[in-house]
């Protein structure tokens, strides 16, 4: 059964492998909308109200790149398999 088993988890890690990229992608976009909507929002903020600092505006800034990095190695795991033979 062994092998019929490793064939079955190799096509189970293809189609994650599939669906992770679409997930990836959304993710990244999303957080992207997110990240630059806060940054441009103090920007806006910062030219009627000086005390809206330059600093606040590179956090977000660097929470996107960092992101970024993180959604880039991101790929799917398998942690667990259960596996029930009845004779």
Known sequence: KEASIR???QIAERL???QIEEVLADTHR???EF???EAERLRSLRR???NVREEEIRY???CQQ???TIIAAAGPR???ARVIIAA
């Open 30 to 32: 999303r957080s992207r």
């Open 7 to 9: 064939r079955l988890l």
């Open 48 to 50: 009627v109200n000086l």
């Open 16 to 18: 994650a492998a599939r």
């Open 35 to 37: 990240f630059q909507h």
């Open 66 to 68: 960092e992101l970024d």
């Open 78 to 80: 398998l942690d667990a």
């Open 60 to 62: 977000f800034e660097r």
